[in-house]
């Protein structure tokens, strides 16, 4: 027997930053973080649970997988057939419609498509904070991407905070090369926890930003949500940094002297980045257009990416591509 699900999801991009894990295992965070689900990019994955198949397998845009993201995809699927009672091996077919080395999570993406896929092939209904929870055990970042808008993680749990219109922002994604990051963020939190001398800084630094953002973001207050975005990341690379995990790239620092140049003019644009070089600026949507000019311009800025708050993962039809009615894809409240 066969039984398909396809489903769609977006990446994320975090204000408030995820960076160490809990003692423990389970991959549960050490600290809370906030982010943003960005619309006009997706990853659509389609799961096959086929009595037949004698391994899983897995195709990424457009070729067959690695071993170790093979192996990633398995330890979900698993959890899933566990979940459900289910013995079948699973064909996993997944693209981005966006570039692998874009800057932008497909890590994220791609697991929070990959568990509301495999939970609804393998007949489970389950409530979109448990497919959360599935895709969180993967990778955490992954929970905030099947939900829409902006996103906490906090522990175990992710739950939507803000629907996707709740501040005006533009996420200006500074594109500086087309290479694959030398260290992944799994291996430069764990360096960071275990050489940096500022790591307990950033343990106690981090909970008390993302309140403040929180809150921030909550009374609708995009320059104080973005400025305190923009701290956090400078945190969560200083901590790094001191361990001899550097993510950051001239073009890097370049993009950031823009963004500051900007807002000496009066432009409300802040900056970001996570585990790689691209910079990401988050902008007033009313400036949008004028920040996206000038960090075009940027020595070793390849292309600058636009895009804004959208939607949660979701199950979608095969053929049509529509939206159905998965719980995933509910509005976060109002
Ligand atoms: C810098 O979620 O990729 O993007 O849980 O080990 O898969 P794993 O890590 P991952 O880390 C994301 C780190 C970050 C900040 C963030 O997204 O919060």
Redo the contacts with the bound molecule.
């Keep these: 027997m066969k039984r398909t699900a396809v489903a769609l999801a977006h990446p994320?991009?975090?204000l408030s930053?995820?960076?160490g894990?809990r003692a423990g295992g389970g991959?549960v965070?050490a600290v809370p973080?906030l982010?943003v689900t960005l619309a006009g990019l997706a990853t659509t994955t389609s799961v096959t649970f086929d009595d037949a198949l004698a391994a899983d397998t897995l195709r990424l845009n457009g070729a067959p997988a690695a071993e170790g993201a093979l192996a990633r995809a398995t330890e979900l699927l698993d959890r899933v057939r566990e979940a459900a009672g289910l013995r079948a091996r699973a064909h996993v077919v997944s693209t981005n419609d966006f570039p692998t080395a874009s800057g932008l999570?497909s890590?994220?993406s791609g697991f929070a498509a990959l568990a509301v896929a495999a939970a609804r092939a393998a007949g489970l209904d389950l409530p979109a904070e448990r497919v959360a929870d599935l895709a969180r055990q993967?990778?955490?970042?992954?929970a905030r991407s099947v939900f829409g808008g902006f996103v906490e993680l906090d522990g175990e749990v992710a739950r939507p905070v803000a629907p996707p219109g709740r501040i005006p922002l533009e996420v200006l994604v500074c594109v500086t090369t087309e290479a694959p990051k030398a260290v992944?963020?799994?291996d430069g939190?764990a360096v960071t926890a275990a050489e940096s001398p500022y790591y307990a800084g950033w343990l106690e630094t981090a909970p008390r930003l993302h309140a403040e953002l929180r809150a921030a973001l909550l009374a609708g207050d995009l320059e104080a949500t973005c400025a305190l975005a923009e701290r956090s990341a400078l945190a969560?690379h200083a901590s790094a940094f001191a361990a001899g995990v550097v993510y950051v790239s001239g073009a890097t620092l370049d993009a950031l002297a823009a963004v500051r140049s900007l807002r000496s003019e009066g432009v409300s644009a802040y900056a970001t980045m996570?585990?790689g070089p691209h910079l990401k600026c988050l902008v007033h949507a009313r400036d949008a257009a004028r920040a996206t000019e000038r960090l075009a311009r940027v020595p070793g800025v390849l292309r600058v990416i636009r895009a804004v708050a959208g939607e949660g993962a979701r199950v979608v039809d095969a053929a049509a591509g529509a939206r159905s009615d998965d719980p995933a894809a509910e509005e976060p409240p109002r």
Excluded: L
């Design positions: 994320n991009i975090a930053k995820y960076w894990k991959n965070p973080s982010s999570a890590s994220a993967s990778s955490a970042s992954a992944s963020s799994r939190m969560m996570d585990a």
